[in-house]
T-cell receptor
């Protein structure tokens, strides 16, 4: 079974600064997808960024980028120019591409990192 | 676009009663919907995958007779917690994948329903 570990329960960053959230995962599969989701106080889960394991290039979405290290099974999220609206719980998630082929789209989530933005 | 709603947002019920939670895709059709449970300050755990017109697929350890799922239309899935007990108190979140997309595409999440069983 796959596991996702987020070792930082809480992080804080000064507004306009850069912060990196860590995520490691364990899997024996070679093909999979990794995600970062944001859960603001409203509790609505929002997809921040997605990485496909077979793509070596790190995904980027505006101020959000990832550092995907497949061999190390590491998938960190970097938020540049932090804004007050970035304050939220951030969840790292894993989905097997192999399972997807058989109709199982299960997302395995980490325990989350609460990000606080300091004005 | 791609909005998912849940109703109610918060429900309080007495122990032993049943509670129904609705998950609707407002601007798209969803053949597949997912139900997650989130305990306080914890992660989301998938409970079941719901496919329109067929039986739900439950994750190991989830009681199918206690958590009844019905996906009767392409825009609505319901989760009924039967004979609820205090240990069922939790935050329940649904997500939906638009019809016509492949299984690798994004799931869109609802805002969640907080269930409190007294």
């Amino acid at each position: 079974a796959q596991t996702v570990t987020q070792s930082q329960p809480e992080m804080s960053v000064q507004e306009a600064e850069t912060v990196t959230l860590s995520c490691t995962y364990d899997t024996s599969e070679s093909d999979y997808y990794l995600f970062w989701y944001k859960q603001p106080p409203s509790r609505q889960m929002i997809l921040v960024i997605r990485q496909e394991a077979y793509k070596q290039q790190n995904a980027t979405e505006n101020r959000f980028s990832v550092n995907f290290q497949k061999a190390a099974k590491s998938f960190s999220l970097k938020i540049s120019d932090s804004q007050l609206g970035d304050a939220a719980m951030y969840f790292c998630a894993y989905r097997s591409a192999e399972e997807v082929d058989f109709g199982n789209e299960k997302l395995t989530f980490g325990t989350g990192t609460r990000l606080t933005i300091i004005p | 676009g791609a909005v998912v709603s849940q109703h109610p947002s918060w429900v309080i019920c007495k122990s032993g009663t049943s509670v129904k939670i609705e998950c609707r895709s407002l601007d798209f059709q969803a053949t597949t919907m997912f139900w997650y449970r989130q305990f306080p300050k914890q992660s989301l755990m998938l409970m079941a995958t719901s496919n329109e017109g067929s039986k739900a697929t439950y994750e190991q350890g989830v009681e199918k007779d206690k958590f009844l799922i019905n996906h009767a239309s392409l825009t609505l899935s319901t989760l009924t917690v039967t004979s609820a007990h205090p240990e069922d108190s939790s935050f329940y979140i649904c997500s939906a994948r638009p019809t016509g997309t492949v299984s690798t595409d994004t799931q869109y999440f609802g805002p969640g329903t907080r269930l409190t069983v007294l």
